[in-house]
């Protein structure tokens, strides 16, 4: 028996009537989501981000002082204009319009490539969880991702038909990404690449090849030139978990399939996404679209550049979010043929579209409930169960965990304060509390702990996180005569 969406689908009456507002549908529910997922406490990167918009003495500074890889330009700019905000879900709101946005741009564009593309378009990058978790996070991720399908859907238009405005805005679509996040270079790339294959198989001589280049693409990479120059070759990176692209390229195909789950699953994420994402190519080089060459180069070329120019040392999937949106835009294309071409076997599509949403649904459940951590309500518990007005903190990473430890001090009750004990004074001061601070969301914590030449440590409460962005924190309470209570509850180590 064919399902409902089966049946609509495949009758053109139902078609018609149905398709214009199914994509609507999942973009007001993928709004939702984003808009769900901007609660919660701010991660490390956010709090960085944060201090650095608010703590520069004038506008300019941003670009010119204290350059390194966590400051996203555009993002930043956006923090300093919020300014001071109780409300920390403010800080995430352009990151969820430009989210959003981007969904809205790709349904646009997902139109030239077949008529019923934007249904399987919103299915697939609406909602996922990469794509959620980045359009509520503070971050320069979702503007990166919004300009890169906004340039991809001007550049057609202006090659089609040129008008000074809609060049105006390709431009603004490249220097805005560029200012986003620099992994934006593999847009520019991408789309300059296609521009030059496009002019060279259409038989344009050298001299209009070099005109339509400088036409596109002059303005911005000289822009670019200016930023490479007063930021770009001054910056330097704050450091991170120290990754194997042979690590990270299957935990980014494993997140863009919603199968990033440890072990041998990525595995088959990997072969997945090669078997859809060869076949979608090679559908498109059958109808003789070109826009099979710049599919080719976003997603095959323009990684395997960076990882073999750049060879970074800290290397995240979340460098590769730039590239995703076309991701789920060429399994629309390939979607869409397949069902209108399955017949009896149009349930095999349906099935699959169904199992990749339902693994991102189940990581944005994550997102919901546990946020990127609860560092705010590990501060509340440890206000309640500290008697005196400071609280005494020591932890496995001075920076890392000061730096929250800071920023959250602004959330304590009346009274109370923080009195953050670095390493090296640990064995004089003895901190009451140790804070340690996890990645893996599946490593239990231990009931108690060894603080070198202070003493042993018990368990007083676990802080989880969704797993993507922020970590856990495990908080331990050093004994005394007064045992701390958490909830009316004596912690006890099992």
Not at 62 to 79: A, C, E, G, V
Request: hydrophobic share 50%; glycine share 8%; charged share 15%.
């Amino acid at each position: 028996m064919q399902t409902r969406l089966e049946m609509t689908l495949a009758s053109p009456v139902g078609a018609s009537k149905w398709r214009p507002f199914f994509p609507v549908l999942v973009l007001a529910v993928s709004a939702v989501l984003m808009l769900a997922a901007t609660r919660g406490d701010l991660a490390i990167d956010e709090v960085v981000s944060l201090n650095k918009a608010l703590s520069s003495p004038n506008w300019l500074a941003i670009f010119t002082q204290d350059q390194n890889d966590n400051n996203h330009l555009l993002n930043t700019l956006f923090l300093r204009l919020l300014g001071e905000q109780r409300q920390l879900f403010i800080y995430r709101l352009p990151a969820a319009i430009f989210g959003i946005g981007m969904v809205a741009v790709l349904l646009v564009a997902a139109r030239r490539l077949g008529q019923a593309t934007p249904v399987w378009a919103a299915c697939f990058a609406g909602l996922s969880y990469p794509v959620i978790l980045y359009g509520s996070e503070a971050r320069g991720y979702a503007p990166a991702m919004f300009f890169a399908v906004a340039a991809f859907e001007l550049l057609p238009q202006c090659r089609a038909h040129c008008s000074p405005a809609k060049l105006l805005l390709f431009w603004l679509s490249l220097g805005l990404g560029l200012l986003s996040h620099f992994s934006f270079l593999m847009v520019c790339f991408a789309l300059g690449s296609w521009t030059l294959v496009q002019d060279r198989l259409a038989g344009f001589s050298f001299p209009s090849i070099l005109s339509n280049v400088l036409k596109y693409f002059g303005p911005p990479v000289v822009f670019l030139a200016g930023v490479y120059l007063i930021y770009i070759r001054h910056m330097i990176i704050l450091g991170g978990l120290v990754q194997s692209w042979w690590t990270v390229i299957p935990e980014t195909v494993g997140y863009a399939l919603g199968f990033a789950d440890p072990g041998g699953i990525r595995l088959v994420a990997v072969i997945l996404a090669s078997v859809l994402a060869g076949s979608g190519l090679w559908l498109l080089f059958r109808q003789k679209r070109d826009e099979w060459i710049f599919f080719a180069l976003i997603l095959l070329v323009s990684p395997a550049l960076v990882l073999i120019l750049w060879q970074p040392k800290f290397l995240y999937f979340r460098y590769f979010s730039v590239c995703f949106p076309f991701f789920y835009l060429l399994l629309a294309v390939l979607f869409d043929h397949w069902f209108r071409h399955a017949g009896k076997l149009k349930f095999i599509p349906v099935l699959l579209l169904l199992a990749i949403t339902t693994g991102h649904l189940v990581k944005v459940d994550n997102l919901l409930r546990l946020g990127r951590g609860n560092y705010r309500a590990a501060l509340r518990d440890l206000a309640a169960a500290t008697p005196g007005p400071v609280i005494r903190v020591g932890s496995d990473n001075d920076f890392k965990n000061r730096t929250l430890l800071a920023f959250y001090a602004r959330f304590l009750p009346p009274g109370k304060s923080i009195e953050y004990i670095p390493q090296e004074r640990r064995a004089r001061e003895k901190p009451d509390w140790i804070i340690l601070y996890c990645l893996d969301t599946t490593f239990p914590a231990y009931p108690d702990v060894e603080v070198g030449q202070v003493g042993k440590y018990l368990l007083f409460g676990t802080y989880p996180y969704c797993g993507s962005s922020g970590w856990s924190w495990f908080v331990y309470y050093r004994p005394a005569e007064t045992v701390p209570v958490k909830n009316g509850n004596v912690p006890t180590a099992p």
